[in-house]
């Protein structure tokens, strides 16, 4: 294979290997929080996205692929051949925030590239941060302010990315936006969630302050409750200190867009489940995140995983992150628990692409250090006389997921993360009125985003359920065109 040099070439997908993103060796990555992927130079990037090789039918960017649409055949070819501006250009007219989705998303554009097939699909993930990084350091990213005025007023409750995206587009469509974000910072998940070694908080700082330049009104510190409610908070987080009901947001603004998001924890009943030490993951991520970025921790008791045997029950990117956490923070040792089996190494192409495979997936994280054991399922916590978790009882399962007698063991453990997933919204606090889905989420389709409460739109988690950051740009986008078309009777903006 010849080395990537970023010349045009139709045969570079012959000629040049896939490359992998290069990281820090372990030992100096886990020693901070920042991010430690090491961004390869533009030759390389340009050698990488002439491997595209321009599909009639290309799979990577259509609903098999990215959610957003982004125009990937299109930035791949500007970037080969050095157009760096106008790919950026064409990467942000589908996408508000690709700096992010670059970092954080697991790519199914590149499990539905056609090269894939080999096993060597485009480094898509890769190009489009690097596209997007590039874009800032060039100063092309540049607030959009409108000098159309419509004289109607949006609310958008939640700051993550549905909310955040759903935000812009209005704001860029003329009307008055005023967004109103529980925590006492703006970012949803993606700041408090998202663990700053994947997602530096820099980067959703400019975003946010893009768009307050572009005209959005941030009110932090403000929740959503019931009529005659007051914030409550979930558990972990913290409460807003002002409360704000649905009906006084309707009363006030013209169309309200709910994007609150969806963090309650799929419940896991275990015998010791209540013992000290044992939490559910969220709330030792927002932890770890607050820290980093100088808020405090209280009046939530520290949890931390320093000097400690950490057992991390689940398989998901939640538990990925909370292994990276721990890392940092000193435990002894990880161990994640994955009641799945083990997944094969690599998936029948012929019978799954080009969607999204199941196949073993190793994170940053998990090759940090972390045991992982599969098909093992946590039958209860043990503890010690001042109540405190010690071990984790398990046993192993048959291909039904039960336990099989006799394969009882025991994990030593002095801090538990119960990371299993959410199980949709927080129940009351603002749902009351609204027609729900099967899963407890509100209710409403893909094409109007409208819920059963007159003049409020959903988009996100709080209407799919926990999902990708990706998904939720798409549906805040999408929302934001409902409900400008709504307003004015017609619409200028993307779906």
Known sequence: ????????????????????????????????????????????????ASRCIDCGVPYCHGPTGCPVNNHIPDWNQLVADGDWAIAAADLHSTNNFPEITGRVCPAPCEAACTLNLEDAPVAIKSI????????????????????????????????????????QQLARAGHEVHVFEREPRAGGLMRYGIPDFKLEKHHVERRVAQLSTEGVVFHHGVELVASGGSPVGAPGWGGGSVAITLDELRASYDAVLLAAGAELPRPLELPGRELVGCHDAMPYLVQQNR????????????????????????????????????FRQG????????????????????????????????????????????????????????AEVMAVRCARVGLDRAPVAGTEFDLPAQLVLVAIGFAGPMPGTFLEGFDRDGRGNVAADTQSYATSVPGVWTAGDVRRGQSLVVWAIREGRQAARSIDLALMGATQLPR
């Open 1 to 48: 294979m010849t080395t990537p040099t970023g010349t045009r070439s139709t045969t570079a997908f012959l000629d040049l290997a896939r490359l992998e993103a290069s990281l820090q060796p372990r030992e100096l990555r886990v020693a901070h929080f920042g991010e430690f992927t090491m961004a390869p130079g533009p030759d390389v990037v340009a050698g990488q």
């Open 128 to 167: 489009e941060q690097a596209i997007a990084d590039a874009a800032y350091d060039a100063g092309w990213v540049q607030p959009q302010v409108t000098s159309r005025i419509t004289g109607r007023r949006v609310a958008v409750v939640g700051s993550g990315p549905a909310g955040l995206a759903g935000a």
């Open 331 to 386: 435990a002894l040792s990880v161990t994640q628990l994955d009641i799945r089996p083990l997944p094969p190494v690599r998936e029948d192409k012929l019978v799954v692409w080009p969607y999204w495979p199941t196949k073993l997936r190793t994170s940053s994280s998990q090759d940090e250090g972390a045991q992982r054991q599969f098909a093992v399922a946590t039958l209860g916590l043990i503890g010690n006389g001042a």
């Open 291 to 326: 820290r980093n970025g100088g808020e405090p921790v209280v009046p939530e008791a520290p949890i931390w995983a320093t000097g400690k045997h950490v057992v991390v029950v689940g398989g998901g990117d939640t538990a990925s992150d909370c292994i990276g956490t721990a």
